[in-house]
């Protein structure tokens, strides 16, 4: 696994910072994640309050790995492109589930189901392939490698990826650029092919190579 220092998560923080300061004083929309096909969360409620760190540290105290997909791995890798959702991808291991319950439960996250009906957050609700959560910093999805993913083999992108590290001792997983690349064009939504093009125009000026891949 590669490790970084530092700078991912310098990105994360400005960005989160932005999409709070751009959804201040926004009107409620009714609009969330699972409404945002086109523009993407910036454009929903779930961007208002924005800041995934409380959950991420959490995660990272409760041992749990849990790693970064979606845009906010995006912006860890350098995207331009604002988010306000924090999508998670776990191993589903029912062993590790308690941890990654507790973890949910420390910031006060909420379950609910396809219809956006509460399900209590006990960690057999987190085996199922995807759980989505809300919580006062940041909604989002929680997904087991159990999705369907089309011919993605996702669990190998457990393995794959890269750690950001801050002075603090925060750990933070995130899908390598690659791997991050491959889902957004499985899933293929308008906002996930833009998103993916973006993220393969990126080349490292030294070495043709994109930082946080695996070599």
Known sequence: MNQ?????????RAAARRTREL??????????HQDADVVGTIGTDDA?????FPLL?????????????????GIMHGSTELTGDLDLLWDGAPAHA???????????????????????????????????????GAS???????????????QDFLDHA?????????????ASRRDLIRMRRAIGRPKDLRRADELDSFTSVHSGRVPGDPA
């Open 4 to 12: 970084m220092i530092d700078e991912p998560l310098d990105r994360l």
């Open 23 to 32: 959804a201040l004083n926004r009107a409620s929309t009714g609009l969330s």
């Open 48 to 52: 208002i309050g924005f800041d995934p």
């Open 57 to 73: 540290e959490a995660l990272h105290h409760s041992g749990v790995r849990a790693v970064v997909i979606g845009q906010v791995a």
């Open 98 to 136: 308690p941890a990654l319950a507790a973890a949910f439960t420390s910031v006060n996250a909420q379950l609910i189901d396809e219809k956006g009906i509460p399900v209590a957050p006990h960690p057999e609700s987190f085996l199922r392939p995807k759980a989505l959560f809300t919580s006062p």
């Open 140 to 154: 989002g999805d929680c997904c087991t490698p159990a999705l369907p993913w089309g011919d993605l083999r996702v």
């Open 162 to 174: 890269i750690t950001a590290v801050d002075p603090g001792g925060l750990e933070v997983h995130y």
